[in-house]
């Protein structure tokens, strides 16, 4: 089968982190072909969607750009089989433009993750929705309401609403001196919303990346952030730690999981601190690789059988199963 991977560029890709290499790994090892889909790639004529793409073959061993490529063609949607979308945030009108096209893909193609689930899903406002696993959380572009948030905490977090990464995510304590600059960089000199959550203290020991594959547990780890950095993310510098599941992780999971089956989010990573649900990644979720190597194992594999097994039934129903 022919597997579409809608992604930012190549170059860009770290070998021994990126998710998006390995499900190629996984799919090429399944017998499939894998094409690199770049933002802007696809055409829609008349009913047809044409994706201008690059064969490519990863090479997970190499440090430096690990891919063979070669030279760009043009694939029908009669020609794809599976659309893997893995662009990273922010949410812009060319995302937004990609998702529109997605859609007008015959019904029996499969997207990870659905155009749809992928424009409701702000990752990080989303999970406010489930008041009870949610640290208490303010989301303003207001500056006297910031201020009030902050007094009422010895500690906050602040971040924006659509970065990635830990980019852009400040602790900040009560009298802190920066609080209001903070605020205003973030905001734009306020004109944008941005998000401050009670600080969790169990923060200090790591937050937990749990991955759901169609709505049920995968795998998890532990992010740990050095000594010089309060970010756990491993983009930031983190650590990658063994993780097992707790009841409160099973009880967001639960909660949660409908939603992710009916929004066709079919591979998920939420992010736990403690008691509470931080965020809910649904764009390019990470840390397949970390897990791999934390308990020898081959997530990946699993991960391209579930889409092959997506395949199966929306060509036996004839039906999209993600939409």
Known sequence: MNYVFLMDPLDTVIAHKDTSLIFMVGAERAGHRCFYLAPGGMSLDGPRVQFNVTPVKPRPD??????????????????????????EPPFGDRYLMDTWLLERLPDRIPMINSPRGLRTVNEKLWSTQFVDLVPQTLVTS????????????????VKPT?????EGVFIVRRGDSNANVIFETLSHNK???????????????????????????????????????????FF?????????????????????????????????????????LIEVNVTSPTCVQECNRLYDRQYEDQV???????????AAAGQRVST
């Open 191 to 233: 004109t944008r919303e941005v998000i401050v959550q009670q600080y969790i203290p169990e923060a200090e020991r790591g937050d937990k990346r749990i991955l759901l594959l169609g709505g049920e547990y995968l795998a998890a780890c532990m992010r740990v952030h050095g000594s010089d950095d309060h970010r756990n993310n």
């Open 162 to 166: 659509d970065a990635k990464g830990g």
């Open 62 to 87: 190499r440090a430096s750009f690990p891919f063979d490529v070669d030279e760009p063609v043009e694939l029908t949607d009669e020609q794809v089989d599976v659309v893997i979308v893995r662009t």
């Open 236 to 276: 930031a510098g983190g650590k990658p730690a063994p993780a097992e599941l707790t009841p409160r992780d099973e009880q967001i999971i639960a909660a949660l999981a409908p939603h992710m089956v009916e929004l066709g989010l079919h591979f998920v990573g939420i992010d736990v601190i403690g008691d509470y």
């Open 142 to 157: 207001q500056l006297a309401l910031y201020k009030q948030f902050i007094a009422a905490h010895d500690r906050a977090i």
């Open 304 to 314: 391209i059988a579930y889409i092959d097994q997506l395949t199966h039934t929306s």
